[in-house]
């Protein structure tokens, strides 16, 4: 809210993009620092469930399982692009996609991939690291099957990533399949289906105002329970560990 009044202000006296260094966010006061004692379970998902209740709970937060997807392609070129999370579990985060996709290809040739979670109206975040893999085929049309009708056509006529004429080529080969199907007629499953990304690192970020920020990560291996010294590193709950880091 605050970052959305700043920008109006700008806006009002003709707000250009050499402002950008003038920007200021007020955060959280001390009174509001993220410990590890507030951490009741310490497991992860704990955590996610939490604050992603809150952020489900915050008005102004749209679209609150919106998330940055970062993958690298055979070569070592990462891309990025924003997803929606519509699965979390103690087993990962599922998000759907066409599986022709660039971050389809990308993850057939490396399934390391990142997620980031922004939620600027509470001033947090979480970073996800881990691997991505296909769910069941089953699963995958038994999602699709609950989508919005209009949508399950959107991703039967769209060739993700692929390159195109014009807009109005979407709209023909959407207006063909709904010729084709009726108004009843099942959509069959195109090449599309869901990715569960498994993590081995998760991270919680919560902003201060005078940044020194609370960051707090959790990691989870075969290594590294070797590495808990009740200083730096801590045993959390069900094969996690976790350590704070400076900002």
């Not at 389809?104 to 490396?110: G, K, Q």
């Not at 069959?188 to 105002?209: A, C, H």
Request: glycine share 6%; proline share 6%.
């Amino acid at each position: 809210m605050i970052l959305l009044q700043i920008v109006r202000k700008m806006s009002q006296a003709t707000a250009s993009i050499e402002q950008l260094s003038a920007l200021r966010v007020k955060y959280n006061e001390r009174k509001d620092v993220f410990l590890e004692q507030n951490i009741k379970i310490k497991d992860p998902f704990c955590v996610f469930r939490d604050w992603m209740n809150d952020a489900l709970n915050t008005k102004e937060i749209i679209e609150p399982n919106a998330a940055a997807l970062a993958t690298v392609d055979a070569a070592g070129k990462p891309s990025n692009r924003f997803v929606l999370v519509k699965e979390a579990s103690a087993e990962g985060f599922t998000f759907f996609t066409n599986y022709e996709s660039r971050k389809a290809e990308d993850i057939a040739s490396n399934s390391n991939v990142a997620i980031a979670i922004y939620w600027m109206p509470l001033r947090r975040s979480v970073r996800i690291e881990g691997i991505a893999e296909k769910i069941p085929h089953q699963a995958s049309l038994k999602y699709f099957h609950e989508r919005p009708r209009a949508s399950q056509i959107g991703a039967a006529a769209s060739p993700q990533s692929k390159r195109i004429p014009s807009r109005s080529y979407l709209d023909e080969v959407e207006t063909g399949i709904k010729q084709k199907l009726g108004p009843d007629g099942e959509v069959p499953l195109p090449n599309w289906g869901g990715y569960l990304v498994r993590p081995s690192t998760i991270e919680f970020w919560q902003g201060q105002t005078d940044r020194l920020h609370d960051r707090i990560r959790f990691r989870r291996g075969p290594a590294v329970a070797a590495e808990v010294d009740g200083k730096l590193v801590h045993q959390g709950d069900n094969g996690w560990v976790y350590e704070r880091l400076a900002p």
